[in-house]
């Protein structure tokens, strides 16, 4: 397809101090951008950043946003099959089918409008470390929606951790401030900066009484960022549900979208993300 030529800045953090939370989900619409042919986004280093421990292994923070790019371009074009390829083995175990996939990507994970968004001139997409050695953490915000994924090398190339909404049922976790709601509603509302960012986990495999291993989990740990800036998270727990708020610090929200994803290990080597668009009113 032909395309106007489109410009966006592709920001590249330094490294930020691991500590025991992350997040990735979505929310609302956005306004789809003409095709058009790509142009390489502009890289650029935060000088201030700190520098990385020596022991530590390099993250390929260039690397990770051009896959996350790569999979953002093929939704738009609405071709799933590429997209599933990009997608961890453990992503795609938990998303299902190829077909489950695209149904999946349709309704809960990324709109090909969405990706449009996050793709055109008026879309922004930063990279930076993940929650764990090797991993990634790649957000996109356009207009008043957000999104987040993390990207790590699995041996066989750069891949994709987005299972999205299970396709057995409702998430089992849900925005409350903002109040953005469940992954699979995806309401676009301004935060309530007075109070901490609030997200609820409910142990739906406990309250059905069902043993094993779930898709989501009932994370005792989680991994938050605001952008791709590492924020510290507390949890207040019960036998059923956990709501983990995440403090503002000296990043307070704006009238400015920001990206706020909570990452966590569903079991060693599985990971999900939730991510809500952060604004004031």
Not at 112 to 139: C, D, N
Not at 197 to 208: G, H, K, M
Request: with cysteine; proline share 7%; hydrophobic share 40%.
């Amino acid at each position: 397809m032909t395309q106007k030529n489109m410009h966006r800045t592709l920001i590249l953090l330094g490294a930020v101090a691991t500590a025991t939370l992350t997040l990735a989900g979505c929310t609302g619409g956005a306004d789809a951008v003409s095709p058009s042919t790509t142009v390489a986004p502009t890289a650029s280093v935060d000088p201030s950043a700190s520098t990385p421990d020596a022991s530590a292994v390099a993250v390929p923070t260039e690397e990770a946003a051009a896959v996350v790019e790569e999979y953002l371009t093929a939704i738009q074009a609405e071709q799933y099959g590429e997209a599933y390829a990009l997608l961890t083995d453990e992503s795609r175990a938990l998303a299902g089918s190829e077909a489950q996939f695209a149904e999946s990507a349709v309704y809960s994970i990324v709109r090909s409008e969405e990706a449009a968004g996050y793709l055109g001139t008026g879309g922004t997409i930063e990279a930076g470390p993940g929650p764990a050695e090797g991993t990634v953490l790649v957000t996109a915000v356009s207009d008043r929606i957000a999104d987040g994924w993390l990207v790590r090398d699995t041996g066989a190339g750069m891949r994709i951790d987005d299972a999205g909404v299970p396709s057995t049922g409702a998430s089992p976790y849900e925005w409350v401030n903002p109040a953005s709601g469940p992954e699979d509603v995806r309401d676009s509302v301004a935060v309530d900066p007075a109070a901490p960012a609030a997200l609820i986990f409910r142990d739906l495999a406990a309250e059905a009484g069902v043993e094993g291993p779930g898709l989501v989990g009932f994370p005792s740990t989680i991994t938050a960022y605001l952008g791709t800036v590492e924020v510290p998270a507390s949890s207040a727990m019960s036998d059923l549900q956990a709501r983990w708020d995440i403090a503002w610090e000296a990043s307070a929200p704006s009238a400015e979208t920001q990206p706020l994803t909570v990452a966590w290990e569903v079991e060693p080597g599985s990971w999900r993300t939730t991510t809500t668009a952060v604004y004031t009113g």
